[in-house]
């Protein structure tokens, strides 16, 4: 029988694995930073998938998502192995309760995910504007809201809270995280033709005075001065009233998602990369007892199968089996230096699009299904570029509606406005109305959001006057 790895024996032997583990790795040219690997109980590493950060600013709406995935653990879903920090260095948690064999895949595994987050552009630019030591810096912010609740109280320090985790996916990706303010003044477009003798003569006429431009070298700037999709960015520069430690939680928690992006843009990548890896690292692994390397890859047929459970099919896609067939297909196709400039090049996007082919298609015997109101359900297609689309579709801006800040009126209303010819995805109407109370009670002034409806028609949402 496996035991867990939380005996001082155990624990050793897993030390003594993970060594040897990281030599191979680098003898077969994996390029990571420093991995540091810590074993953590279950209710900890719950904790750490919950926040999304061992430590971080808290909420109400965290305990929410920890009373969920406790009910999905004790119904035998979701079981957490471990959780990977990219950075400089790494950090990765490991459960204790997870058996020897478990945790030795566990940590080759999380080797690959060290080499794709160090060597994948994606996590390269968003790790440079972010920083690489996520976990400190973290601390540090959950530390000041700490301090904010204590000057401020708890009721309006969430109030904002809710308001900015409520809009936590609201960034623009192609905006540098540290950006400026707008021009404080727009160039006046000036384009008066040259004056003729006559006007020449007026002008120069006794007691006319020259004229005087009100506003000689620009005029009142609209704001924004073009769609804002920064949503968070938006509100902690430009809400007429936001307070100082206000604005830094609103910057806090879009700091915190501009450093998780590129983990939500490349997951079938990532997790197919990390896959291969633990599968190729286990089987180069000679110095494994063949008991130990027999459960470990049981372990593995676990995590890739493309089953829910007792050989149904699943009706959503499994990032590690999908991700993991995709650069088997890679490698053996095009061999391991293609798949590494892939790994550099690309996000989710286009490696789904320029490499999940139709061969692979039916044999990973992927669809498009339909859920009818009567409870079945019907295969509508299989043509790659539905079964394409039905994949990124959920991913496309961060997984959240594309709204902008449109127009900020002179009594400092503010205007939003959905781009939804451009997103292709509705809005839940009455989750919307909350999000825009949230924002009502910071920005202090009405917002509201123009939208439409199931069959097309404008919508406009409003928030009450605060």
């Given at each position: 029988m496996c035991t867990t790895t939380n005996s001082p024996e155990t624990i050793e032997r897993l030390k003594q694995y993970?060594?040897?583990?990281?030599?191979?790795?680098?003898?077969?040219?994996?390029?990571?930073?420093?991995?540091?690997?810590e074993l953590v109980p279950n209710n900890f590493m719950m904790e750490i998938a919950v926040y999304g950060l061992p430590v971080r600013m808290?909420?109400?709406?965290?305990?929410?998502?920890?009373?969920?995935?406790?009910?999905?653990?004790g119904m035998?879903?979701?079981?957490?192995?471990?959780?990977?920090?990219?950075?400089?260095?790494?950090?990765?948690?490991?459960?204790?309760?997870n058996t020897l064999p478990e945790n030795t895949l566990v940590t080759a595994h999380v080797l690959g995910h060290a080499d794709f987050s160090k060597n994948n552009h994606l996590f390269a630019k968003f790790m440079e504007m972010a920083g690489g030591h996520i976990l400190e810096q973290a601390a540090a912010r959950a530390h000041r809201i700490e301090t904010a609740i204590q000057e401020y109280g708890q009721e309006r320090v969430e109030a904002v809270l809710d308001a900015a985790l409520a809009l936590e996916p609201h960034i623009d990706i192609n905006r540098e995280l540290h950006r400026d303010l707008y021009p404080e003044t727009i160039a006046k477009p000036v384009h008066e033709p040259a004056p003729d003798a006559f006007q020449k003569r007026f002008r120069s006429l006794p007691g006319e005075k020259p004229h005087v431009d009100a506003h000689p070298t620009g005029r009142r700037p609209q704001l924004p001065p073009q769609p804002e999709y920064d949503l968070l960015w938006f509100i902690a520069h430009y809400a007429p009233d936001l307070e100082g430690w206000e604005r830094?939680?609103?910057?806090?928690?879009?700091?915190?998602?501009y450093y998780f992006y590129p983990?939500?843009?490349?997951?079938?990548?990532?997790?197919?990369?990390?896959?291969?890896?633990?599968?190729?690292?286990l089987r180069e692994a000679d110095f494994l007892p063949q008991d130990l390397y027999l459960s470990a890859i049981k372990a593995h047929s676990d995590v890739v199968r493309?089953?829910?459970?007792?050989?149904?099919?699943?009706?959503?896609?499994n990032p590690y089996h999908l991700g993991f067939s995709m650069w088997e297909d890679i490698i053996e196709k095009h061999g391991l230096e293609a798949a590494r400039r892939i790994v550099k090049e690309e996000d989710d996007f286009g490696f789904v699009r320029n490499y999940l082919?139709?061969?692979?298609?039916?044999?990973?015997?992927?669809?498009?299904?339909?859920?009818?109101?009567?409870?079945?359900?019907?295969?509508?297609?299989?043509?790659?570029?539905?079964?394409?689309?039905?994949i990124l579709g959920p991913k496309f801006n961060y997984g959240?509606?594309?709204?902008?800040?449109?127009?900020?009126?002179?009594?400092?209303?503010?205007?939003?406005?959905?781009?939804?010819?451009?997103?292709?995805?509705?809005?839940?109407?009455?989750?919307?109305?909350?999000?825009?109370?949230?924002?009502?009670?910071?920005?202090?002034?009405?917002?509201?959001?123009?939208?439409?409806?199931?069959?097309?028609?404008?919508?406009?949402?409003?928030?009450?006057?605060?």
């Open positions: 993970s060594t040897q583990i990281e030599q191979l790795a680098r003898d077969l040219g994996l390029d990571y930073y420093q991995v540091d690997f808290p909420h109400w709406s965290f305990g929410v998502r920890y009373i969920h995935q406790l009910i999905r653990q035998g879903h979701s079981r957490i192995f471990e959780v990977m920090f990219p950075g400089d260095p790494c950090r990765a948690y490991l459960v204790n309760g830094d939680i609103f910057l806090a928690v879009r700091e915190e998602s983990v939500f843009a490349c997951q079938i990548m990532n997790e197919g990369w990390a896959s291969y890896w633990h599968a190729r690292l493309p089953y829910a459970a007792e050989k149904q099919l699943a009706l959503a896609v082919t139709k061969d692979l298609i039916e044999k990973l015997e992927l669809f498009v299904y339909e859920a009818r109101d009567d409870g079945d359900i019907r295969i509508s297609e299989n043509n790659v570029h539905a079964v394409h689309e039905a959240a509606p594309r709204i902008a800040a449109n127009h900020m009126h002179l009594d400092g209303s503010l205007q939003l406005l959905h781009d939804h010819q451009s997103d292709g995805r509705g809005l839940d109407l009455g989750r919307a109305e909350r999000v825009l109370e949230y924002i009502g009670r910071v920005w202090r002034r009405p917002v509201t959001l123009h939208t439409v409806g199931e069959r097309g028609e404008a919508r406009v949402v409003t928030s009450k006057r605060i």
